[in-house]
């Protein structure tokens, strides 16, 4: 509930709302900012009584509160009649004085605020509306301002901080990130190169090329850097909403513009557009398939290197904890820069969710097609494991501001183990399945496919709805949709969700993940190769979920060992 501040000595010519500052927004224990319409030593000094007004009322700033002066109340020519159920508190009707503001709550009673407006004639509905639409409006400009004076403080705060050493190393220090790094894309050569059209084994060794340079060639280089390019200038295309993401150290917020599933959408229709005009890119995608890989293997190492010497300029505050170790190698590997963006480009928001996710729906219609071409059908398992996937990606699009709370964007810098797992790994491994039923078609029983339809449903249920209930209480806590579920307090004001699926088990999104990965094999039968994918999957998933635990242990300390007790299941519930 708001609560009332009265503001001692209100001789107008002192008065703090009036003279000196319209807004002030508490960031932590110790920061309140000011917004000034005055010079600023004078708001200092008022800035220090307000602080000490504030902590004789006790308010807690860390609860998540902002202070916010109403300027109708503090400009009563404008508000002569104060707010029903409050008194004015001073004489003259002057009323300076300071409301404490919950976030989400207050806003969202004022936004709903259209529907307790009574009015008889159609004109004063029209008047209503007006009256509301302006208030929505001030509320929104009051929330842009409130981030730009955050951001610019933060900015200036920052800037002269040394960036501190990371002393605890993951996936096995530098020796393990010199391993994987070498080691992932001879996988990826491995499994792609064991699994064709002759045979699909993992216990024979592949037939690897005499000479390595024919898995290169300028075509397929070409091919890939259009791809890039294309899917860059689809990024800048202003549709789509700009968000927020969370905040950062600095308590500084960047903007991201959400247009993935336009993205999505106009990749496909050209796609389309070239199959209609018989370019021949069905062709000529499948039999470059492993050129076009080699590129994208390169262009991950390139990135990377650029990625690790760019960070060297910027800010600490723009750097993840991670990958400043000092160790070249393990700091390549891991990343350091948070958000690394040329202009407002942000490329591991880039990188994440465009070259590499559409470019695996497009690697799986070239196999359709190819299989179409071939055979004059669409066979049912390819088909079926091609929607399924499509599925995914355009889930992952349209839902594209979820990311923003997701590790990778908010936890780990941007370096080779995203690039590569993005921009080659992602694309080129996980298209394995409908490459191996283009050529290996099971005829599956129609049960047995709707069985495999059935739990890839189940599991994206479990999965979208797990993500959407994060997302939404991570963006606003009092989300409408979030209100019967129970959550713990932590010490940063952060809150941890404990009902509904996030009381099941720790990670119930992973668990709707592993579920759909092991709906696209199946389909593929007894050939073990297929199986790479949910086999690596549920490796990599227990090991993050170990690495988000430690990393929220650290957040959140007792308070998310009480979320672990009351929440002993990691993945799976009553399993593990
Ligand atoms: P999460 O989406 O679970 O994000 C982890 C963060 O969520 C934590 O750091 C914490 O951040 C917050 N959080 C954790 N528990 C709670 C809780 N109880 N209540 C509120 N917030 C909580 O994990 P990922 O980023 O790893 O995964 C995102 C999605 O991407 C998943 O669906 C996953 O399956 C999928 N994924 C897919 C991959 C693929 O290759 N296909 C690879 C990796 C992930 P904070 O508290 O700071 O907000």
Redesign the pocket.
């Known amino acids: 509930m708001p609560k009332r501040v009265d503001w001692p000595n209100a001789d107008p010519a002192n008065d703090v709302n009036h003279q000196c500052c319209s807004l002030f927004i508490i960031t932590s224990d110790t920061t309140c900012v000011l917004l000034t319409t005055q010079q600023p030593p004078r708001c200092q000094h008022q800035l220090e009584r307000l602080s000490r007004l504030l902590q004789r009322a006790g308010v807690n700033p860390a609860a998540g509160a902002e202070v916010v002066v109403d300027p109708q109340e503090s400009h009563p020519a404008q508000h002569p009649s104060p707010p029903p159920g409050q008194s004015p508190s001073h004489p003259q009707g002057r009323s300076p004085s300071l409301r404490l503001e919950h976030h989400g709550h207050e806003k969202e009673q004022l936004l709903s605020k259209k529907e307790i407006v009574v009015t008889p004639t159609r004109q004063s509905t029209r008047i209503a509306d007006i009256v509301d639409h302006e208030k929505k409006v001030s509320l929104r400009s009051a929330e842009q301002l409130k981030t730009e004076v955050r951001n610019n403080m933060a900015d200036r705060k920052e800037k002269a901080k040394p960036a501190p050493k990371t002393r605890e190393t993951e996936f096995g220090g530098p020796v393990g990130a010199l391993f994987i790094t070498l080691s992932l894309p001879l996988v990826m050569y491995y499994i792609n190169l064991a699994c064709t059209k002759a045979k699909c084994s993992i216990l024979e060794l592949p037939k690897m090329p005499k000479n390595p340079w024919i898995l290169f060639d300028m075509e397929a280089t070409l091919l890939f850097f259009g791809w890039l390019a294309f899917q860059a200038v689809l990024a800048l295309v202003p549709i789509g909403r700009v968000v927020d993401g ?1 905040p950062l150290q600095s308590g500084k917020r960047l903007k991201y513009r959400c247009n993935g599933f336009f993205a999505f959408v106009a990749s496909v229709i050209a796609f389309g557009i070239c199959v209609y005009f018989n370019v021949p890119l069905v062709k000529m995608v499948h039999a470059k398939f492993y050129r076009i890989m080699t590129s994208a293997i390169l262009f991950s190492f390139i990135l990377s290197i650029f990625l690790y010497i760019k960070e060297r300029a910027v800010a600490a505050s723009q750097l993840a904890p991670g990958g400043n170790t000092g160790n070249a190698l393990y700091d390549f590997f891991i990343g350091h820069e948070l958000n690394p963006r040329i202009g407002s480009f942000d490329l591991k928001f880039f990188c994440e969710l465009r070259p590499g996710l559409i470019g695996w729906v497009i690697l799986n219609f070239v196999f359709v097609l190819k299989a179409y071409q071939d055979t004059g059908a669409f066979p049912p398992a390819l088909t079926l494991v091609v929607a399924f996937q499509t599925l995914y990606v355009g889930d992952a699009l349209w839902f594209e501001d979820a ?1 923003l ?4 964007i ?2 780990d810098g941007f370096g080779f183990m995203l690039a590569f ?1 993005d921009l080659a790994w ?1 694309p080129f491994l ?1 298209c394995l399945q409908p490459r191996f039923l283009l050529d290996n078609d099971p005829k599956l029983a129609w049960y047995s496919l709707a069985g495999i339809a059935l739990l890839n449903v189940f599991g994206y249920m479990i ?1 979208r709805r ?2 959407s209930q ?1 997302n939404d ?2 963006k606003n806590p009092f989300h409408p949709s979030l209100a019967d579920l129970e ?1 713990i307090p932590t010490s940063s004001g ?5 009902g509904g699926l ?1 009381g099941m088990c ?2 119930p ?2 668990l ?2 592993l579920m759909m990965a092991l709906a696209w094999s199946l389909p593929c039968g007894l050939t073990l190769i297929p199986y790479f994918y949910p086999v690596y ?1 549920a490796v ?2 227990v090991h ?2 170990r690495r ?1 635990g430690a ?2 242990q650290k ?2 300390g007792s308070s998310w060992n009480r ?1 672990c007790e009351r ?1 002993p299941y990691r993945i799976i519930p009553y399993v593990y």
């Open positions: 969370q990311i709370t997701t590790m990778d908010i936890h797992g992602v996980y999965f797990a993500n994060k209480f991570r959550s952060k809150r941890l969700l404990v996030w720790r990670k999104n992973y709707g993940d999957f990599l998933l993050r979920e988000d990393q929220c957040k959140y979320y929440v």
